[in-house]
């Protein structure tokens, strides 16, 4: 496979995840760290990582709103809930990711 196709591959392979992301709004930041280790912030800051690699002006705002499909303060008012506290206890038990 030549690196254009694998790059190609890889987007759309990214905009399915983040689309699938976008649809299952029920899922939270929070559960998806304790399960998988990383959340919807987490890909967002990858991809700034990626802007900033390539000298590409992004801000952190525009990075969330890229994965989120919205502001991440319209996004955290209508689908965040509130934490409990065994998910808590559980992302705090698990390491040392930090948002």
């Given at each position: 496979?030549?690196?254009?196709?694998?790059?190609?591959?890889?987007?759309?392979?990214?905009?399915?995840?983040?689309?699938?992301?976008?649809a299952r709004t029920d899922v939270q930041n929070l559960d998806l760290m304790n399960l998988a280790g990383f959340c919807r912030n987490?890909?967002?800051?990858?991809?700034?990582?990626?802007?900033?690699?390539?000298?590409?002006?992004?801000?952190?705002?525009?990075?969330?709103?890229?994965?989120?499909?919205?502001?991440?303060?319209?996004?955290?008012?209508?689908?965040?809930?509130?934490?409990?506290?065994?998910?808590?206890?559980?992302?705090?038990?698990?390491?040392?990711?930090?948002?």
């Amino acid at each position: 496979m030549d690196d254009k196709t694998r790059t190609e591959l890889e987007a759309a392979a990214f905009r399915r995840l983040v689309e699938h992301l976008r649809a299952r709004t029920d899922v939270q930041n929070l559960d998806l760290m304790n399960l998988a280790g990383f959340c919807r912030n987490c890909l967002s800051n990858w991809y700034k990582d990626a802007a900033d690699a390539k000298g590409v002006a992004m801000t952190k705002d525009q990075s969330r709103e890229i994965v989120y499909g919205m502001p991440y303060d319209a996004w955290k008012a209508k689908y965040q809930a509130e934490a409990s506290p065994e998910a808590v206890a559980r992302f705090k038990a698990g390491g040392s990711h930090k948002h």
